[in-house]
């Protein structure tokens, strides 16, 4: 059986770790979308999909099921998701989520979707490793080792930190 989980990854931290671990249980493959993988250099959205690549894949890469990680870039109609979906990965049979809305529009479309509980989600959400990169506060700690060398390689504190001093609220900054 083969399963799928997206997620933006901005960056892929131990939460993100913990439920593939959860999966692998349930699986024997399994599908890794980097959702809006057309977005990056932003606050929200800081690392490219080719970053988010190397993070997921060095992260699980020590997990005892194959994985594929699949870049998805946005599609801004959910009617017609799961198909764009479905043509960027390999055959699935399951997704993982715990988006009602991704949950709601695999169930339209014939597929199961399952939940699982969150994981630290006090501490483990991308917004505040993020905040923590801009404001030099621990993060490291809340992420795989080799997500942390794929940041340091790329310079992506510095990186989220020279945004966060022009953008606002994840925009694109504005001519002025």
């Known amino acids: 059986m083969r399963g799928f989980y997206i997620g933006r990854y901005q960056p892929f931290h131990d939460g993100h770790r913990h439920m ?5 249980e349930e699986v024997d493959e399994l ?4 959702g809006s993988a057309g977005d990056s250099h932003t606050t929200r959205n800081p690392f490219t999909a080719g970053e988010r690549v190397m993070m997921v894949t060095k992260a699980v890469q020590d997990l005892d099921v194959t994985t594929y990680v699949v870049p998805i870039e946005d599609l801004d109609r959910n009617s017609v998701w799961v198909s764009h979906v479905r043509s960027m990965t390999p055959r699935f ?4 989520s715990n988006n009602p ?12 979707a399952r939940q699982s509980p969150m994981f630290r ?12 990169m801009i404001h030099g506060r621990d993060w490291d700690a809340l992420v795989p080792d080799a997500v942390a060398d794929v940041i340091d390689e790329v310079g992506g504190v510095e990186r989220i930190r020279r ?5 606002t609220n994840g925009e694109e900054p504005s001519d002025q």
Do not use: S
Not at 93 to 96: E, N
């Open 101 to 112: 809305l991704v949950v709601r529009l695999f169930e339209e479309a014939g597929v199961e």
């Open 121 to 132: 989600r006090d501490v483990l959400e991308g917004t505040e490793l993020r905040e923590r």
């Open 93 to 96: 049979d399951v997704a993982y």
């Open 31 to 34: 599908v890794l979308g980097i």
């Open 20 to 24: 593939v671990e959860e999966i692998a």
């Open 163 to 167: 945004i966060a001093e022009t953008d």
